[in-house]
């Protein structure tokens, strides 16, 4: 087993055990969006758990260090992203910034806070990713302020295709610590979800619009 799948099924069953991530096959959570979802994921609780930020920080961490060792700057997200990008430029030692979803209506109007120059290569830190619209816009801000985004790092993903195309699309590399594959499997060894289930939960990834239809 690779680092990263340790890793992986590692952060799963933490978001598991605090109850960050729930799964209801059979009675589907109903996001904003109106979307029917058997998974309803809230990182932010993991800022409340010193070992799992921690684990999480490390793999942020790893994860740059491996795939994007010329970063110069960590970017947070507004509002979820922004503690994690924070512990993971404290770990780096790198400058760190953050993106709002929209340009304040004061003031200097910023769309992002913090220094980031002209060139300067930007990794940016989101909690989720589902179907990767916010994210993308994160990034491309960074762009448009005159420096690159490398890629896009993400604490879990629901591995929407519509959020993987969207990324291909964009030519924007996506590297999340974990995901919906993973945490099924850890779901399922640790008797949270029924194997009967897994056929069910693993339709809505296939095709969400259709779910509980």
């Known amino acids: 087993m690779s680092q990263l799948t340790t890793i992986a099924k590692q952060i ?27 998974i309803y994921c809230d990182n932010r609780l993991t800022m409340s758990y010193p070992a799992i930020r921690e684990l999480i920080a490390d793999g942020f961490a790893a994860l740059i260090k491996e795939k994007f060792p010329e970063a110069e700057v960590v970017a947070g997200t507004a509002t979820a992203g922004i503690p994690h990008a924070a512990w993971v430029a404290q770990k780096l030692g790198l400058p760190m910034i953050y993106i709002r979803d929209k340009a304040k209506g004061h003031g200097k109007e910023n769309l992002i806070e913090g220094s980031v120059k002209p060139g300067q290569k930007v990794i940016v830190i989101e909690d ?10 994160a990034a491309i801000a960074v762009n448009e302020a005159g420096a690159t985004a490398l890629g ?13 195309n969207a990324f291909q699309e964009a030519g924007m590399p996506l590297h999340t610590l974990s995901n919906y594959t993973s945490l099924l499997e850890v779901a399922l060894e640790q008797g ?13 990834r296939a095709n969400p619009a259709a779910f509980g239809v």
Not at 152 to 164: P, R
Not at 192 to 204: N, P, V, Y
Request: aromatic share 8%.
């Open 12 to 38: 799963a069953s933490s978001l598991l055990e605090i109850e960050a991530v729930a799964l209801r096959p059979h009675q589907p959570f109903t996001w904003t969006s109106g979307l029917k979802s058997p």
């Open 128 to 137: 989720l990713i589902s179907t990767g619209g916010s994210s993308l816009k």
């Open 152 to 164: 896009v790092l993400a604490i879990f993903s629901y591995e929407l295709d519509k959020a993987v």
């Open 192 to 204: 949270k979800i029924k194997s009967e289930d897994m056929e069910l939960l693993r339709s809505w």
